[in-house]
């Protein structure tokens, strides 16, 4: 078994906690083992074992857990010796894993460590669910509950006053496919013809993408579809591939749009333009809004509007037609230096990104040019996505000499978020696969049987030589999802995401 050693800094205090089933870090007596760091939320992060894992979960912090610097995501970080997590506002956690060996003495500290004061964590070792567990905790509550009571004067950081009691809260585990869920996909909607480009290029490759084939298309044709693009007899397997290869190769999700376009910046992704050699962006960005630009907050799984200064912020709140707690979470956000220099950081990658895209500044407060830009971010995918892609537009554009129609391309967890409350049908959820940036869809709504046949046929090809997961959806998309090193995820990794 796999011994996981975690050495706690901060500015006061240094110590190292042993992982037994599972632990939280927080502010407060509520948290497994606590650290005296003000930026900490009171159960700020949990880590514990899944199988041979070893998962860290932001526990919806206000100001989220990093892992070698990049940030947790909803659906949680696995734990690899030698990380280094950041939380709060100067807490370290160093990550120590080594294979616990018969016998032989654990392995603790090396010579080459900084000295260090160990102090004795509270056990870790606990089942959460135990009725001996919530029992003892209860108890314990009420003590705590009461020091906090004439102390709470003096604990003003982010409590609401609703706030006055607080059950130890459950470690939130990774996400898993809901198997209720027939189709987590949602189709982006075409764009409106206002938004289309206008040059001509344009124009005639969708006349092509539309023209009338005299016989029936979309879900109406009569189609084989391949075992490669039907769903696997346990129907969570399919996305649970998506998921167990998101982990393996670390995928970061983008949480918004700031967060995307630092990605872009970073060159993660690569730009499709609206049309290409064997391909056309039928539907790519169609469910783009005018509205703000926004950070997405975790904690509160809201939006935030970005403003440059407080003073931007409170000028814009007072014309704001919004309900009072949409107030208050934009209020809270931008009371803290964190949220306000975050605020500003995340404005200043947008513009800087639309002046390298666009060759001029791009002015945020202008509604139109928002929607333009946000839907030029979601034209982007990872490269190794891209090649897939692109064989594939080749052969259907050689074969029925049409560009490859392209619904959707990466999608930011916010922008996920929207289009499934749009849909009913969708996950409600923030998963894989197109916030990955490694999916898209081409859309079929227009192809006869000849056209998917063919299609199916290649991508079919793809999935058989391991280099795909894929599916016919109901909804007219082929959705794709590439694996970056052109090999699934192993199966051990594929159950545990099931
Ligand atoms: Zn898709």
Redesign the pocket.
């Known amino acids: 078994m796999l011994e996981v050693t975690l050495l706690i800094q901060n500015g006061q205090e240094a110590f190292e906690v042993r992982l037994e089933e599972s632990l939280t870090i927080g502010r407060s007596d509520a948290a497994t083992v606590m650290v005296n760091d003000d930026g900490l939320s009171r159960v700020h992060a949990g880590i514990y074992r899944k199988a041979e894992l070893v998962w860290i979960v932001d526990q919806n912090s206000t100001h989220g857990s990093f892992v070698n610097n990049a940030e947790v995501p909803t659906e949680g970080t696995v734990l690899k010796d030698g990380d280094q997590i950041e939380i709060g506002n100067h807490t370290t956690v160093h990550v120590e894993m080594r294979e616990r060996k018969m016998r032989a003495p654990a392995r603790r500290a090396t010579a080459s460590r900084p000295a260090r004061a160990v102090a004795q964590a509270k056990p870790s070792s606990f089942n959460f669910k135990s009725p001996v567990f919530i029992a003892a905790v209860s108890a314990a509550l009420i003590i705590v509950l009461a020091i906090v009571a004439i102390v709470a004067t003096r604990d003003v950081e982010e409590e609401k006053p609703q706030r006055q009691t607080r059950a130890p809260k459950p470690l939130i585990e990774p996400r898993i496919p809901d198997p209720l869920i027939d189709d987590w996909?949602v189709e982006e909607a075409p764009l409106p013809e206002e938004d289309q480009p206008t040059d001509e290029t344009y124009r005639q490759a969708l006349q092509k993408v539309k023209e009338e084939r005299g016989e029936p298309t979309g879900y109406d044709a009569a189609v084989e579809i391949p075992a490669e693009l039907k769903h696997y007899s346990d129907r969570r397997r399919n996305l649970a591939i998506q998921s167990a290869e998101t982990i393996e190769q670390n995928i970061r999700i983008p949480h918004d749009f700031a967060e995307l376009a630092q990605m872009i910046r970073a060159k993660q992704f690569v730009e499709l333009k609206s049309v290409g050699e064997s391909y056309v962006l039928y539907a790519v960005g169609g469910g783009a809004t005018a509205g703000e630009f926004t950070h997405f907050d975790k904690e509160k799984g809201k939006s935030v509007p970005l403003y440059s200064a407080a003073a931007g912020m409170q000028a814009a709140l007072n014309q704001m037609a919004e309900t009072d707690e949409r107030k208050a979470i934009i209020t809270s956000f931008y009371s803290t230096g964190r949220g306000r220099s975050l605020a500003a950081a995340e404005l200043e990658s947008l513009t800087t990104l639309g002046r390298d895209l666009n060759k001029q500044t791009l002015d945020t407060n202008d509604a139109a040019a928002r929607k333009v830009f946000k839907r030029r971010l979601l034209s982007f995918m990872r490269p190794e996505a891209q090649k897939v892609m692109e064989d594939l537009a080749l052969a259907y554009k050689s074969r029925f000499n049409r560009p490859l129609p392209l619904a959707?391309l990466v999608r930011t967890e916010e922008y996920q978020r929207e289009l499934s409350e749009r849909n009913v049908n969708a996950a409600r959820n923030s998963l894989p696969?197109?916030t990955t940036g490694l999916?898209?869809?081409i859309s079929y709504r227009y192809m006869n049987a000849a056209e998917q046949n063919f299609l199916m046929a290649e991508i079919a090809r793809l999935e058989a030589a391991g280099r795909v997961e894929a599916l016919r959806?109901n909804n007219n998309?082929f959705?794709v999802f590439a694996f970056p090193d052109g090999r699934p995820p192993p199966e051990s990794l594929i159950q545990k995401s099931m």
């Open positions: 996909d959707s696969p197109h999916a898209f869809d959806e998309c959705h």
